[in-house]
């Protein structure tokens, strides 16, 4: 069935229907942008538009409730676009087919942008409700969160008064986040030098990672390739000269690197030697990691006459890529005290690269507290510095720190026990979010994120839950209807 019209919540599903016939993939929001200014003045209410497609929409207090504090409500407007191979819709131009079978809404052939059109739809519905009673409404609606939550970045929140905000940007219901990680993107630069070797021009590969998420998986154990190259390589550089040809490892600096590949020249008297050693450690990393990364294959290839090779590293520089993949660090680097489970501060070498004369090797530097961040971040730039190079940053979001006392926290809380008799999960979360980026903009903020349950978000077998979707619309409203409370 395609009309989802007879679903409730109506209104909101309403204005859910209206946004998915827009196309609004990251980087391609200003007809939606457009759509919400529209939107806006229809009904007189203060609209802002910035140049990058964001959107502030104000509606002042309902009678009664003056004297309540502004609620922020926020979500994004972009999606993340992906389609089945069969599919013949153009995503740039086409809206999307809605299907329901009642329980679920999902998307014909192509993900549905719950994530987070549905936010936009309950923040209009609930601008469009002239019944509902709420203290003054700043909505605000921010662009490209899917690929670095640049518009949240370049949002000017001089406009906003209030300093509760309901982030409706979570995708299981009855878990409240409450922090979030800060990070930044870094560069660590080591310098080579070349020369010209005789010798068997030899392949090394690590494959069959699982990889993941560097913010949510992290703490899983798993193996990264670039980093089992250093140990390779070290070892390696120990006992037989090697001249690196180059090194390509992992595709981005947030995800756990799956595959890592290095060729070099090796004397011809070294080869065998060379070959020992790699099957020796590959035979135990893959002891090391058999539960954890099943899938680990150590590759060793070689072709089988030596020859003179032009524009490989000297054995010096060789051994510098190796003690940088080797010594530069990895994984989790501690562990929140306040929150059980979740880890405090982790960076990834995501990807590692060395040509034009250079060994490059990209971190996400992830971290709850901005301390420890900086930490971090000066033991990369310290060791680094004594490889000879330095570190070069891009990125840089603040971290939304966990508060003891939270007022919104509390009474979010309260409505949903009320509403549905169970506990809510209290969540922080080793990744970021835009609530750190208005964290930092708006000093004293009291943040909360929430949202109904959306399953396989980013694929396209995502589907939204419709009645979670209508207990996340009464939750939302009702803490709108007590948000007196959050005065006292």
Known sequence: MSDISHLQPKN??????????????????????????AFAKERGLAVWQDEANNVVIIKEAAPGYESAPAVILQGHLDMVCDQDKDCDLDMTKDGLRL?????????????????????????LAALDDDSLPHPRLEVVFTTDEETGMLGAAALNPSMLTGRFLLNI?????????VSCAGGVRGTCHVPVDYCDAEGVFCGLIIKGLIGGHSGVEIHKGRANANQLMGRLLSALTAEVPVHLAAIVGGQADN??????????????????????????????????YQTADPGLQVVWKQDPQAEVHEAVTTAEASRRVADALLLLPHGIQSWSADIPGLVQTSLNLGVARMAAGELTATYAVRSSLSSEKAWVCARLERLTALLGGHVTYVGDYPAWEYQKESRLRELVADVYRKETGKEPVIEAIHAGLECGIFAGKLPGLDAISLGPNLLEIHTTREKMDVASVERTWELVCEVLRRSKELAQ
């Open 169 to 177: 940007d979570s995708e299981v219901e009855g878990v409240l986040t």
């Open 12 to 37: 909101v599903l309403h204005f859910f229907e209206a946004l998915c016939a827009i196309p609004h993939g990251s980087g391609n929001t200003r007809a939606i942008s457009d759509y919400c200014v």
């Open 99 to 123: 299907r329901t079978d009642g329980a679920y809404i999902w998307a014909e052939g192509t993900t549905l942008g719950g994530d987070d059109g549905i936010a936009v739809a309950m923040a």
């Open 255 to 288: 995800a756990i690197a799956g595959e890592c590949a290095a060729t070099m020249v090796i004397p011809a008297e070294h080869v065998s030697r060379a070959a020992e050693i790699v099957q020796a450690l590959g035979e135990a990393m893959r002891h090391a």
